[in-house]
């Protein structure tokens, strides 16, 4: 499965770094997303972009910032994080206006914050 | 907010044994949607659910869309060892067209040999 694909797959950080995670999709899908996976909870929503358009912030602390360049391609810019940010990042993508949104997971980025 | 409340938490059984999984919401969902994630792997996309009462198979699994629209079940007849992993429900929150999906906490399936 290649249509999603994420990289780093692996980020140990300190807690002072700066660092970027990066997804690009080749489905032609329209609205990309990112996740937080942290152990025992479930997925949790942090951005949405539809048409490259930012709508959606599920009140993600500003040490997260996300950019998206083109509808294929999605950032999420890391600064000062907190060792409780250490979790498995997901990016997704669907095409949005087609009602269905099923959603098509790249194999995400395991965060280790130190 | 919309919530999506998911049971059991975790499940382990018998291969060869069948498996359930429930998806409650206290709102009408306009759709509900299915996804597996194995052991070390990422969600991926099993089935979607839209009309009341819908039943749709693949294989062993059953999936079942309340009549009202408020709950969806995963079955899963004569479980093998390649079931195992977590499976999430998620349902399009309220009336968005951004495709903002809530996902349940989902089941994590054990099946022991």
């Known amino acids: 499965e290649t249509g999603v694909t994420q990289t780093p797959r692996h980020l140990v950080m300190g807690m002072t770094n700066k660092k970027s995670l990066k997804c690009e999709q080749h489905?032609?899908?329209?609205?990309m997303y990112w996740y937080k996976q942290s152990a025992k909870k479930p997925l949790e929503l942090m951005f949405v972009?539809?048409?490259?358009?930012?709508?959606e912030n599920n009140s993600v602390p500003s040490r997260f910032s996300p950019e998206c360049p083109n509808s294929s391609h999605l950032f999420l810019h890391l600064h000062t994080l907190q060792p409780e940010d250490s979790a498995l990042y997901l990016c997704?993508?669907?095409?949005?206006?087609?009602?269905?949104?099923?959603?098509?997971f790249g194999p995400g980025t395991r965060l280790t914050v130190t | 907010g919309q919530q999506v409340m998911q049971i059991p938490q975790y499940q382990h059984v018998q291969e060869g044994e069948d498996f359930t999984t429930y998806c409650n919401s206290s709102t009408t969902l306009s759709n509900i949607q299915w996804y597996k994630q194995r052991p070390g792997g990422h969600p991926v996309f099993l089935i979607q659910?839209?009309?009341?009462?819908e039943v749709k198979k693949q294989k062993r699994l059953t999936f079942q869309f309340g009549e009202a629209k408020k709950n969806s079940s995963l079955h899963i007849t004569a479980t093998q060892t390649t079931d195992v992993g977590t499976y999430f429900c998620?349902?399009?929150?309220?009336?968005?067209?951004?495709?903002?999906?809530?996902f349940g906490q989902g089941t994590t399936l054990q099946v022991k040999p």
């Open positions: 998620a349902a399009i929150h309220g009336s968005s067209n951004t495709g903002k999906l809530i």
């Open positions: 659910l839209v009309k009341s009462g």
């Open positions: 489905l032609g899908h329209n609205a």
């Open positions: 997704a993508s669907s095409q949005a206006n087609r009602g269905g949104y099923e959603q098509y």
């Open positions: 972009y539809n048409f490259k358009e930012q709508t």
